[in-house]
Each structure stands twice: as C-alpha cells, then as structure tokens.
C-alpha cells in the first residue's frame, strides 16, 4: 500500500500524508510519512475525535478542503504551528466497519495543487477511492488461532460454554480455556466486549 501510495502522490506533486483507520469502537491507527512526533500527539490528544477539522470531513461526501487556521481546536492550531502543517485534502472512506480518512498536506504557497483539485475533482475522487478499493487491506494487530475463531463464533450467536463446548467436540473446561487466551490477547475483560472488539476487527 504504501508504494502505492507514494507513486500517486508523485503524480500529484504531493509531498506529505495520512491514513487515519478509525474501526468501530473508535481504535484509531494511523499510516503517515511526517514524523512519529506527529504521529503520537495527534492520538494523544484524540484528534480523531475532537478536531472539528476531521469531524467536518467525515461528514462529507465530497473530499474536505481544509486550512488549520479556520479550526476553532487550539490542539489543531499547536500541532498545525509545530510540524507546519497548514492546508489539507481529506478524502473520507467506509470500507466495512472502517472509517478512513486519507489527507494530502499541502503549503499554502501551492496554487497549483489548489487548481490542480478545483479542475479535476470529479477524476481525483474516483482515482482516490479506486486505489484504496484495489490496494487497501486491513491489517489486524489481533491474532486468533482457527479454534479460538470458532469459539468466538459460536459466543456470537449468544451459544453458552456447555452450547459451545457440544457443536465443538470438546469439553466445557477447553472452551473456558480458549475464552481466558481470547480475552487476554484483544485486551478485555468480558466475553461480550470480546465479541465486539473481534466484530469490528474483522476477526470473526
């Protein structure tokens, strides 16, 4: 993906981006060229929650051209001064319970993108939406084994350990077992959550 990535910026003349992954329990992950120092403020401050810049491209259909001088989020204003980041292109995605959002930064003292994107708009956003639907695959940080997938799918369905235990051909006791290492590896302490968090990461 991402010397796919770079190849379209190339043809673009567009030095800077980001990849904004947000699932459905509001994880965030993001793939960026600009520095981790970045990188790291804009999750620590939740950005991808709370700037009105990213919330306004959400909202939208058509790509959301932005100057961080026109947020009302004093975090946007200290990040944008700090990394120089001024004017973007937010394109926003849905591809299944993911929410991405792909920005091009741009320098205000680059007419020629600004044109560039009035004058092909159309083009740009199918262009855009192509390459992520080709090249765009979701990379889990979350590893179940083919045993703990079928346990997770049986709790699903709102099957009971005993339930789960008979569809699989082993004992109550292994099930519980399977269920202890599940919770540890997404993190959580209840089946439940378990089960979401495992939906939204396109696990099960």
């Known amino acids: 993906m991402k010397e796919v990535i770079t190849e379209y910026l190339n043809s673009i003349k567009i030095n800077d981006y980001s990849i904004i992954v947000v699932n459905a ?3 965030v992950s993001i793939q960026t060229n600009m520095s981790e120092a970045w990188r790291t403020a804009f999750i620590s ?11 306004k491209a959400k909202e939208r259909i058509l790509p959301c051209l932005w100057n961080a001088c026109d947020s009302d989020n004093n975090d946007v204003k200290m ?23 792909f920005t091009l930064y741009f320098s205000e003292k680059n007419p020629n993108f600004i044109d560039c994107y009035e004058k092909n708009k159309a083009s740009m956003l199918y262009n855009v939406m192509a390459l992520f639907e080709q090249h765009y695959r979701r ?8 045993r703990e997938k079928n346990v997770m799918d049986c709790l699903k369905w709102g099957k009971t350990c005993s339930e789960t235990g ?3 051909g ?25 089960v979401v968090k495992a939906i939204a990461e396109g696990l099960i």
């Open 45 to 55: 401050k939740k950005l991808y929650i709370h700037s009105d810049i990213f919330l």
């Open 170 to 194: 082993i004992s109550e006791r292994t099930v519980r077992f399977h269920i202890r290492n599940i919770l540890d590896k997404l993190d959580v302490t209840t089946t439940r959550y378990a």
């Open 25 to 27: 329990i509001n994880e």
């Open 139 to 146: 990379n889990s940080k979350y590893i179940l084994t083919c």
């Open 166 to 168: 008979t569809i699989l």
């Open 79 to 101: 990040l944008s001064d700090k990394y120089n980041i001024r004017s973007g292109l937010s394109f926003v995605m849905k591809i299944k319970s993911e929410t991405i959002i």
